[in-house]
């Protein structure tokens, strides 16, 4: 079927893909741009497993189209990094132990920068209720919890 050029900005860089008009942005990112740290958990926007920032707003990329997404820009959680320097997301994660399994972290991540950004952390109740798309089956919540707390200071 028919394809279409789109051009992304992620991460600070420029890149054009050939696909599907109906390409999730998380398809695009995992399968045309081997961007595998953004999860699929249920693809249909309950689990925010695949939460990246555009524009730097949280989204669930499982529920955007990459055709969507063009003229804006798109971080994942392998664009938090700089360098070899983590994120203070990502090293208060570390320091909380703020996973098990570790599958649903990055969009708890990328869910936790929003957080702050967007100043939803000031107590643990808003930030639990911010939180509460991103879903752990292992339970770390009390630590992602407490992650999430020490970044907002
Ligand atoms: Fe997008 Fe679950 S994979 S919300």
């Not at 991460?11 to 999860?39: F, H, I, S, V």
């Not at 990246?52 to 664009?79: H, Y």
Request: glycine content about 12%; proline content about 3%; some cysteine.
């Amino acid at each position: 079927s028919g394809q279409t050029n789109v051009s992304l900005h992620i991460n600070g860089q420029a890149k054009n893909l050939r696909l599907e008009p109906r390409t999730t942005l998380l398809d695009a990112l995992r399968e045309y741009m081997d961007l595998t740290g953004t999860k699929k958990g249920c693809d249909h926007g309950q689990c925010g497993a695949c939460t990246v920032l555009v524009d730097g707003r949280r989204v669930n990329s499982c529920l955007t189209l990459a055709v969507m997404s063009q003229g804006k820009e798109i971080t994942t959680i392998e664009g938090l990094a700089k360098g070899d320097d983590l994120h203070p997301m990502q090293e208060a994660f570390l320091k909380h132990d703020g996973f098990q399994c570790g599958y649903c972290t990055p969009g708890q991540i990328m869910s936790g920068v929003a957080c702050v950004k967007e100043g939803h952390a000031t107590s643990d109740d808003q930030c639990r209720e911010w939180m509460s798309g991103n879903i752990c089956r292992c339970g770390a919540y009390p630590n992602i919890l407490a992650a999430v707390r020490e970044v907002a200071g």
